[in-house]
């Protein structure tokens, strides 16, 4: 049954080697379970604890819904979840919304429910009718052989910089970087973080021993090296709580609740959309945030799928990845089922690199993500237990072999070494794929142009570049 659904033998991969792909991907973006509820709720802010748990129901439902229709429409083994910088930024939105109204947070988060709403709504139009795929299309071929390089790069600054952050007594976070590699002496390093300077030594020591375990392992040709490297890590982590600061890795599982709430969700979030509060913000600024969702959306999700098929060799020699509409109309439809059970913009996530890296082909990598999601439901307290450092290990080692990429890359034309080099500054740093891309296609555009090559741009890279200029320099 499952050869006919996923055709694994075309694909030449396997159900074990899917599953175990499935579960890679799972542990390297479980981080999100927790973390998106916290941020769009302050972190658990007064007054929001019922609402922290239907972000976090919906967080699992919404994710495991889009990586199902991924999986069955598109046979694609990319994971889907609240994306990372998104999140981040509607809980801005919502926050303002407080100030310009007046309303409490759980209102304004209703009201920011609409945006997620629209959103998922035009893409899902804009998926059906193949205008997504022309977008992607519009992307030059030079352009595109960057992204996956440019992702990279981007994962090696999260497993380095902000995935694994330390806190001490005086504050935090700290991270790997910049602030234990970044200081002058050890000593600075342990001056500066006081009591976190322990924690952040066996954070370190975790990170690269589980990155070497999966680069050993994948050099001996071991399937599942990315896993089993993550678990080393795991395993380090846990001997390290408990040998030399004497806590028990697992004490919160003697207190977690493994029950959902669901009448909380249903409370707050499911089908809570306030029209008439969203509306009292401005048409001009209700429409602007609306755009800008879509355009941050849209290019990080066109950048991840272009960026790790192409490392995965599911491109043809165009650099074009079949079933592109479908991966995007399922993209489209976890943003529906995201807005309607209450978090923000579910996208295609970068952290599925981990399992294509580890053998995943097709949909049955994404159904297994899936089905995690849906158990920790359930079984969250284990997923929160896996410790950054070893989700930081996968990260790293993914982002090294995407730089490979690179090699696509015809050195010789500037016209394409100059946008890709800011693109591979430029995610990192912004931490966005969208922006990457953007100033990427203007800074092909112009140089296009002002080499008399200008008929070699397609008339809508044109509109996207100047679309992206309006999204930078218009203040709104």
Not at 154 to 172: C, E, H, P, T
Not at 269 to 277: C, N, S, Y
Not at 399 to 416: C, N, R, T, Y
């Amino acid at each position: 049954m499952l050869e006919k659904i996923f055709k694994l033998k075309q694909n030449n991969t396997t159900v074990k080697t899917e599953i175990l792909a499935g579960l890679t991907t799972f542990m390297t973006m479980a981080y999100i379970i927790a973390l998106n509820p916290n941020l769009l709720t302050g972190f658990g802010a007064e007054g929001t604890k019922a609402l922290w748990n239907g972000v976090f129901l919906a967080t699992c439902i919404a994710s495991a819904v889009g990586m199902f229709v991924m999986a069955f429409l598109a046979n694609k083994p990319f994971a889907l979840a609240p994306g990372m910088g998104l999140n981040s930024f509607f809980a801005v939105v919502v926050a303002n919304i407080v100030s310009i109204t007046g309303l409490s947070y759980v209102d304004s988060f209703q009201a920011a429910l609409c945006i997620i709403l629209i959103e998922g709504i035009l893409f899902f139009i804009l998926s059906i009718f193949n205008i997504r795929d022309k977008i992607v299309d519009a992307i030059p071929y030079g352009v595109r052989m960057g992204i996956s390089p440019a992702i990279g790069l981007m994962l090696l600054n999260i497993g380095f910089g902000s995935n694994a952050g330390v806190y001490s007594k005086d504050g935090g976070p700290f991270y790997v970087m910049k602030d234990f590699f970044g200081a002058l002496t050890p000593g600075l390093a342990k001056t500066n973080m006081t009591d976190g300077y322990s924690s952040m030594v066996l954070t370190v020591v975790t990170m690269f021993i589980g990155l070497f375990v999966i680069i050993i392992l994948a050099h001996k040709g071991v399937n599942g090296a990315v896993l089993f490297g993550m678990l080393a890590a795991c395993v380090v982590y846990w001997a390290g709580e408990a040998i030399f600061f004497g806590t028990n890795p697992f004490a919160s599982l003697a207190t977690a609740s493994f029950v959902p709430q669901f009448k909380d969700m249903a409370d707050t979030t499911l089908f809570k959309f306030d029209f008439k509060d969203f509306i009292s913000i401005g048409w001009f600024t209700a429409i602007s945030l609306i755009i800008t969702f879509c355009i941050i959306d849209m290019f990080d999700t066109i950048g991840t799928l272009v960026g790790t098929a192409s490392r995965a060799g599911m491109v043809d020699k165009e650099g074009n990845m079949p079933n592109m509409k479908e991966a995007l109309i399922s993209d489209s439809v976890a943003t529906l089922v995201g807005a309607v059970t209450g978090t923000s913009t579910v996208t295609t996530f970068v952290e599925s690199a981990s399992g294509v890296e580890a053998g995943g082909r097709t949909g049955l990598t994404a159904f297994t993500t899936g089905i995690l999601f849906l158990a920790c439901l359930f079984i969250a307290p284990l997923a929160a237990i896996i410790p950054a450092a070893a989700t930081s290990s996968a990260l790293i080692y993914v982002g090294i072999l995407m730089l490979g990429g690179l090699k696509k890359v015809d050195f010789e034309d500037l016209s394409q070494v100059a946008p890709v080099a800011l693109m591979l500054i430029a995610m990192p740093i912004s931490g966005s794929i969208g922006h990457g891309i953007g100033l990427g296609l203007i800074t092909y555009t112009v140089l296009k142009v002002f080499t008399g090559k200008a008929k070699e741009v397609s008339i809508l890279t044109y509109a996207i570049s100047l679309l992206f200029l309006v999204k930078f320099f218009l203040v709104v």
